[in-house]
């Protein structure tokens, strides 16, 4: 019997050449996909934006161009690149990036830092289009790649219940309304779970969805400036980081739902919009990791051809979060953190369950497999860069050390 979470790639991608119809595909569990992938993205990593901006003492005008621009570039990227491939591509900013950015970008002068954003972008587009990083990626054995997506979905699921503690009515409730739905009406699975937590939110723990300052979001020009200090100091590490900790893990989410991922495409698209976006505060759009899981999974609709339409809503709602972020940031900043975990872990968990079952089909590769989930899952981070890389060339070691050249099994053994 074939599991319908094995999802084969002959099976998922779009045959070149092929155009289905938008109004036919569009469905209620795709377009709250990309909504819950926005909510996501927004109610947690946008902290640590935040803080990166704190760090480099930005006013409030540069902090909310920040935002514009990271919203406003991964919105239109991800909505356009999901309609023209007909595949679920979810572009985001880098949160590790952000994350490096909190500890360096204080030591540079902001337009220095626009400036080594601009050659970090340069850089990424050049491995987009030219294709060499799609090469690299290529030649990673699918069960690395399925176990690379296990390690990363993990603290995802387990983040379900390690909300408990702190909301468990919430938590518990939202969690069997999922079962339940699931078992009768499964394509609205995680919109009862949102519905459902949402009101056990209000009656429990709050629902304090406060609307910030009204009207569009102005974004703000600056001119950059080039030095080698920035260059080196910023520039390099995030480049390191956004190709190694996000696009990498990016196609591999693509690659494990058996879609065909034009790197060139993909990459350079990303990379491009980064150049354009750097002016206004922007430290790059790339592909995303975990938010895509949600726009990729069988949740987001049980035909995977369809799941494109997920992609387009998210980026729909980055650009409406971007334009009008004084109301819409706010709302979403203000959800509880435990209901955020429920609906996120419930979304995903469909991803998690199929990617670890294609990690560990195959007998042969089931060490490297192992080995890469659990440093994917074990959240280390060396040299500014995350434990999604680290678990892919951890599993790569041990690929090129146990499997590589060995027989398949019933093969004679020296």
Known sequence: MTDELTIRPEKTAVEGGERRSLRGDVSAPALLAGLVCVAVSFSGPLVVVLAAAAAGRLDAAHTASWIWAVAIGSGVSGFALSWWTRTPV????????????????????????????????????????????????????????????????????????????????????????????????PRYAVPVALLVGGVLAALTVGLPLHPGAGGPTVPVLTAPAFSWSAVVGLALPLTIVVLASQNAPGLGVMRAFGYRADDRLLIGSTGAMSLLMAPFGSPGVNLAAITAAICSGPEAHPDPRRRYVAGMSSGAGYVLVGSFGGVLVSLFTGLPKELIAVIAGVALLASLQGSLAAAVAEERGRDAAVVTFLASASGMSLFGIGSAFWGLLFGLGTHLLLDLGKRPRGGRED
Request: charged share 5%.
């Open 90 to 185: 979810v572009t985001a900013w880098s949160t590790p990036g952000a994350a490096l950015l909190v500890t360096s970008l204080g030591d540079y002068p902001y337009r220095e830092a626009i400036g080594a954003f601009l050659v970090s972008a340069a850089v990424v587009t050049l491995f987009g289009v030219t294709g060499w990083f799609g090469r690299l990626i290529a030649a990673v054995p699918v069960g690395i790649v399925n176990a690379m997506l296990a390690g990363i979905l993990f603290s995802f699921g387990a983040g379900i219940f390690g909300a408990v503690h702190s909301a468990p009515v919430l938590v518990v409730g939202s969690f069997a309304a999922f079962l339940l739905a699931k078992r009768y009406a």
